[in-house]
């Protein structure tokens, strides 16, 4: 039905995609679009990033009118995705604070939006990816490099990031924060795990390729990212990173256990070797890292379950629909539910948030989605031979898990440089997952 409408639309529309030059290389628009989101993320505030990604989303709608034969089609995952939407829709009718929920729909909007133009571009043109994954990575590079800088300058925190109780001078992490806004070292840290994989995927890329010295320009961003990463003290973004590399030594299996099982053996080693060392040298990040498991002794630690056990009494009481999406509307309601003095602006899990603002089907829906997605792209690293859609597939897949498995202590997921990052990622799985398998779309 859908379709047969659109196809009407474009019909009348064909005259101007014929006659227009614009039209005809909108595609070359498109990606220009996709690839000024992710560099505006860098410096700019996130109203300016939405107002980009806003772009992206009006130039895919130009392009479905007037090009014919041009149809959105979905995966399993994505039908999930929409139905995960589409509670969040319900969610935002019956909230008691419509206005604030209204700002974080829109957002969330903005957010899906951006992914589904991104998915339907990509699927049409499988070999942009590389371009896509290069811009991420060259993204990270840049902060990387500004938080090397911040390290070595012993930039001051612009707010009570860490708990110092007890701590020598010396033993104080200097936190970097690069030049994301708003300047936060736990944002920098997930904008890492979001896109750290890119790094790694562009280092395989160029081996496979036979492109050595670009594989080892691409090794050394990498390692500067990780020295980056562990300069933001974010203790979420530390056990991301161990979930990114042990994700990748099994995936990378696929192509080296069988031929080269003594190097991948001592490769595996001197990783654990490194970090063993870090950990022993370096007094302030062993402090940092080992505050993880100092439970309800670190202030930090202590808040997050206070903001855990207020956010489930929300959720109890609130748990068919939620209380509306948006960081704003959570704050106002929160206040109600406060263990102590202290504000709070999430819930400090993404999945528990999700719960809270838009009740338990809506969790249902968006678990959904990661499961399919999950499976999908794992069947395309175990049944491709083309090592180009391994390595991206497994550098999405990796992104998306690290990401999920971050937000189990921290919702920075929410901010928009990490959310452009996440969708694409999801993207690229969308193209490749189709691409390989056409029998399991759905059209419309």
């Not at 979001?194 to 160029?206: D, K, P, Q, R, T």
């Not at 590399?245 to 654990?272: D, E, N, P, T």
């Not at 263990?339 to 999700?354: M, Q, V």
């Not at 990490?418 to 799985?429: D, K, L, P, S």
Request: proline share 1%.
């Amino acid at each position: 039905m859908f379709s047969k409408i659109l196809f009407k639309i474009q019909d009348k529309l064909e005259y101007f995609y014929n006659n227009s030059l614009f039209l005809q290389n909108i595609d070359a628009f498109i990606l220009l679009s996709i690839i000024a989101v992710f560099v505006s993320s860098t410096f700019l505030l996130s109203d300016y990033i939405g107002f980009i990604a806003l772009v992206t989303m009006f130039l895919t709608f130009v392009k479905l009118l007037t090009k014919r034969g041009e149809k959105f089609s979905f995966n399993l995952f994505e039908i999930f995705l929409m139905a995960y939407f589409m509670l969040v829709v319900v969610s935002l009718a019956g909230s008691t604070l419509f206005a604030l929920s209204l700002k974080g729909f829109l957002k969330t909007f903005i957010y899906i939006g951006f992914y589904f133009s991104v998915a339907h571009y990509l699927k049409h043109n499988l070999s942009k990816i590389p371009w896509i994954i290069l811009t991420i990575a060259l993204c990270m590079s840049f902060e990387s490099i500004v938080a090397v800088l911040q390290n070595f300058a012993h930039v001051e925190a612009i707010s009570t990031w860490q708990d110092t109780t007890g701590y020598n001078p010396e033993e104080i992490m200097t936190r970097v924060y690069g030049t994301l806004k708003p300047f936060n070292p736990n944002l920098l840290g997930g904008y890492f795990v979001s896109g750290i994989s890119s790094l790694f995927g562009l280092c395989a890329y160029f081996i496979f390729d036979k492109k050595f010295k670009r594989a080892c320009v691409a090794l050394i961003f990498s390692l500067v990212a990780i020295f980056a990463l562990f300069a933001t003290g974010c203790r979420g973004a530390y056990l991301a990173l161990l979930l990114n590399l042990f994700c990748v030594f099994v995936i990378s299996a696929k192509f080296f256990w069988q031929r080269y099982k003594k190097i991948y053996m001592s490769m595996i080693g001197g990783a654990v070797a490194l970090f063993t060392v870090a950990m022993a040298c370096i007094t302030s990040l062993r402090l940092r890292f080992l505050s993880i498991f100092a439970m309800r002794n670190d202030s930090s630690n202590s808040f997050r379950f206070n903001v855990y056990q207020s956010s489930l009494d929300m959720f109890k009481d609130n748990w068919l629909l939620g209380i509306g999406v948006g960081n704003r509307n959570f704050r106002e309601i929160y206040g109600l539910y406060m263990k102590t003095g202290f504000d709070a602006l999430s819930a400090y899990n993404i999945f528990l948030e999700i719960a809270v603002e838009s009740g338990i089907f809506a969790l249902v829906a968006f678990l959904s989605f990661l499961f399919v997605l999950v499976k999908d792209a794992i069947k395309v690293i175990l049944d491709s031979i083309d090592y180009e859609n391994v390595i991206f597939t497994s550098v999405a897949l990796i992104s998306v898990l690290t990401v999920m498995f971050h937000g189990f202590v921290d919702t920075v997921f929410f901010r928009p440089q990490i959310q452009f990052v996440f969708w694409t990622m999801v993207a690229i799985i969308s193209a490749y997952s189709s691409s390989s398998s056409k029998r399991d779309c759905f059209e419309c």
